[in-house]
């Protein structure tokens, strides 16, 4: 149990699919974060939010749109996917300037 | 921006033996963390160890330590008396200082083998 939870676990989609990813945590945190980590390439930060409001996007194509309604709730929507975007998604968590703290992550497979 | 380099791809030792981990580091900031993680197979993201830029002192967590060398912007990792629940990919990782909610740079990984 590590506080920061992701859901699915494991998602597989089709290029014209909309699947959304969903991360919470329960440590009280204020900031939250996308990752991406593919094979072979070192961990890319997508997207920062600090308190609700996005603070960083990398550059990150629009087919990845997040969404942070609350602290405690971040989603990742997806839409149009291409092959490439196939990964392991983190969701982290973290007060502001403080370790942060990582989920399980989401294996995303599309097809 | 920040740059996080580890330069062994892979490392295996014997179990109880002692190992350590390479990672340097390049910023313009005088504020900053430094951190290990782990990654199992299972590939959750672990904190092993973090280091704050204004402690002269080198962390220790049990079997882990670090050697933080900040003139030269070098930030090794220790494991003495490793166990075969070690072996996973370690990765270093910088983060800026402050009040902000900057993300973490991560260095390419080591992935550490330990033998029975």
């Known amino acids: 149990e590590t506080g920061v939870t992701q859901t699915p676990r494991h998602l597989v989609m089709g290029m014209t699919n909309k699947k959304s990813l969903k991360c919470e945590q329960h440590l009280g945190h204020n900031a939250m974060y996308w990752y991406k980590q593919s094979a072979k390439k070192p961990l890319e930060l997508m997207f920062v939010y600090n308190f609700k409001e996005q603070t960083e996007n990398n550059s990150v194509p629009s087919r990845f749109s997040p969404e942070c309604p609350n602290s405690s709730h971040l989603f990742l929507h997806l839409h149009t996917l291409q092959p490439e975007d196939s990964a392991l998604y983190l969701c982290?968590?973290?007060?502001?300037?403080?370790?942060?703290?990582f989920g399980e992550g989401s294996w995303l497979t599309v097809v | 921006a920040q740059t996080v380099t580890q330069s062994q791809p892979e490392m295996s030792v014997q179990e109880a033996e002692t190992v350590t981990l390479s990672c340097t580091y390049d910023?313009?900031?005088?504020?900053?963390?430094l951190f290990w993680y782990k990654q199992p197979p299972s590939r959750q993201m672990i904190l092993v160890i973090r280091q704050e830029a204004y402690k002269q002192q080198n962390a220790t967590e049990n079997r882990f330590s670090v050697n933080f060398q900040k003139a030269a912007k070098s930030f090794s990792l220790k494991i003495s008396d490793s166990q075969l629940g070690d072996t996973a990919m370690y990765f270093c990782a910088f983060r800026v200082g402050g009040g902000g909610a900057d993300g973490l740079t991560f260095g390419k990984g080591t992935h550490l083998i330990i033998q029975p």
């Open positions: 982290a968590s973290s007060y502001p300037g403080n370790t942060i703290y």
């Open positions: 910023t313009s900031e005088s504020n900053y963390y």
